[in-house]
């Protein structure tokens, strides 16, 4: 996440709040610190962090620096209006998690000294009540706030005019209907801000747009879109090859109620370095989402498809050691999603634990009378260690049950197990995790297989999600087209091998 450097920046909010604690069980303090001022510095680009620089007097930083604060929650307080005075507009600015990076207190005398908090926000609101506008029928305008994807970035073409007015022409654009039945709108959001020598900046941000009749919605009803939205990204993000994610939103209803949401309890991504390795086509992006999406639906959203997604989305900046660990292990936990509805985890199961318990005394019994093993107790300790292994199905047996189940051809990759000509994958694996250093020499081979791992990964999570692997960018007829490693990984297993 982008800094924010308010030093030299004029605050977007100067509030009154109250602090209030968390206690070590997690649940907040009964007692609160009234009349915190605090400077409020909202981020100019999107992805960039909010800062709170709260300004406090001598007893509230002793009270802070006594406590050790390093989390609490925040909200402002409302000024003290006149006697039959009504506001036609109140704002409330409030978090629930708050992070404290640093508070310090500067004395220039005994009487004179500075004090100041400066910390971070996870959740931060910002709602403003104004009188409504009197709409015959109630109305929403909300607007997600989403990281870069290009794949559902709307097509625009841009002419600027002899006045130097600019505009911007939508050619091309992806709409989208959650399981909420939200119908989102993806575009995009062109914003300025003044440069240095009168120079004019700009982007411009995604966004997923949509409106709503007859409903005037609250900051809970949209919050809770979030799951659905986030589901849909993820997706987009696995067709994408790099993550996209919600960092925000905001919404106006007619009801004077109108809102602007940070959401920061999410990790954003940096951006992306290849912009031209992506797994779906742009011209499959809308039959692909609406396949995926529904399908993952149709299998009740599983936390294992979910999980395995997040570890398969290359993640910028990581070593090839850890994108081959993480990919191994979306491959595992997609195993393991099939091993549970094909019942494939154990050869004996919970109601032939009596049959099992026979058949391990009989192994031990085994065991301890061979002759190779009667005289040596620490041999007999280590085989004992292992028998309960022999319980559960091995990972080579599902593995090659899952592949036959979903129809899923990988005989043209780099073999995952058992492979009598070099290693396999499944081998590599296992030397990663147990420290094995590969020198420069073999390097290249590490990132072949790590391709090749991931392109499997890919093909059974596309069958999975109900996607045709002829029109994706791991059908074999477009990696031996395109991808050089594709080609030679025979060599390079030999090379790993030797």
């Known amino acids: 996440m982008k800094k924010l450097n308010f030093e030299n920046r004029k605050e977007d909010y100067l509030i009154n709040t109250k602090i209030t604690q968390y206690l070590e069980n997690g649940d907040k303090d009964n007692t609160s610190v009234e009349n915190v001022l605090c400077?409020?510095?909202?981020?100019?680009?999107?992805?960039?962090?909010?800062?709170?620089?709260?300004h406090l007097t001598d007893e509230q930083y002793r009270i802070f620096d006594h406590d050790k604060l390093w989390r609490c929650a925040m909200e402002s307080i409302e000024n003290n209006f006149p006697e039959h005075y009504v506001p036609h507009h109140t704002t409330?600015?409030?978090?629930?998690?708050?992070?404290?990076?640093?508070?310090?207190?500067?004395s220039w005398s005994f009487a004179i000294s500075e004090s100041q908090m400066i910390a971070e926000p996870i959740d931060l609101k910002i709602e403003h009540f104004r009188s409504p506008d009197g709409a015959e029928v109630s109305k929403t305008f909300g607007r997600f706030w989403l990281t870069p994807n290009k794949l559902i970035s709307p097509g625009q073409s841009r002419s600027t005019s002899y006045t130097g007015d600019v505009k911007v022409k939508t050619v091309w654009k992806v709409d989208f209907t959650l399981e909420n039945s939200l119908n989102l709108k993806f575009s995009k959001r062109h914003r300025y801000r003044d440069g240095e020598d009168d120079e004019?900046?700009?982007?411009?941000?995604?966004?997923?747009?949509?409106?709503?009749?007859?409903?005037?919605?609250?900051?809970?009803?949209v919050y809770s879109s979030l799951g659905d939205l986030d589901d849909l990204l993820r997706i987009s993000s696995l067709a994408q090859r790099h993550s996209c994610v919600c960092v925000g939103f905001d919404i106006v209803n007619t009801e004077g109620y109108i809102l602007d949401f940070y959401r920061r309890n999410i990790s954003i991504p940096s951006s992306?370095?290849?912009?031209?390795?992506?797994?779906?086509d742009i011209q499959h992006i809308k039959e692909f989402l609406n396949t995926a999406y529904h399908k993952f639906i149709e299998i009740e959203r599983n936390d294992l498809i979910r999980q395995a997604i997040n570890y398969t989305i290359p993640r910028e900046g990581r070593t090839v050691e850890n994108s081959f660990i993480s990919l191994y292990s979306a491959l595992e936990t997609l195993i393991l999603y099939f091993r549970k509805n094909a019942n494939l985890e154990f050869v004996f199961t919970e109601e032939e634990n009596k049959e099992w318990k026979h058949?391990?005394?009989?192994?031990?019994?085994?065991?301890?009378?061979?002759?190779?093993?009667?005289?040596?107790?620490?041999?007999?300790?280590?085989?004992?260690?292992?028998?309960?292994?022999?319980?559960?199905i091995s990972f080579r047996a599902a593995f090659e049950e899952c592949f036959k189940f979903y129809d899923v051809d990988i005989t043209d990759l780099w073999a995952v197990t058992g492979n009598n000509k070099g290693w396999s994958l499944s081998t590599i694996r296992n030397k990663l995790v147990h420290g094995e250093h590969f020198d420069s020499t073999r390097r290249h081979s590490i990132v072949a297989a790590k391709s090749h791992l991931q392109w499997?990964?890919?093909?059974?999570?596309?069958?999975?999600?109900?996607?045709?692997?002829?029109?994706?960018?791991?059908?074999?007829?477009?990696?031996?087209?395109?991808?050089?490693?594709?080609?030679?990984?025979?060599?390079d297993q030999k090379l790993l091998s030797e």
């Open 272 to 280: 992306k370095r290849n912009d031209h390795d992506e797994l779906i």
């Open 359 to 392: 058949f391990d005394r009989i192994v031990r019994q085994l065991i301890k009378r061979h002759p190779l093993l009667k005289n040596d107790k620490t041999k007999r300790k280590r085989l004992y260690n292992n028998i309960p292994a022999l319980k559960r």
């Open 456 to 491: 499997i990964v890919e093909r059974l999570l596309l069958k999975i999600l109900g996607w045709d692997i002829s029109k994706s960018n791991v059908s074999s007829e477009y990696l031996a087209r395109v991808m050089h490693d594709y080609k030679d990984w025979k060599s």
């Open 200 to 221: 004019k900046i700009s982007w411009s941000e995604l966004v997923a747009d949509y409106e709503l009749e007859g409903k005037a919605q609250n900051f809970e009803d």
């Open 39 to 54: 400077k409020v510095y909202l981020p100019i680009k999107v992805i960039d962090s909010i800062s709170l620089a709260f």
């Open 92 to 106: 409330k600015i409030s978090a629930e998690n708050v992070y404290i990076h640093h508070l310090n207190n500067t």
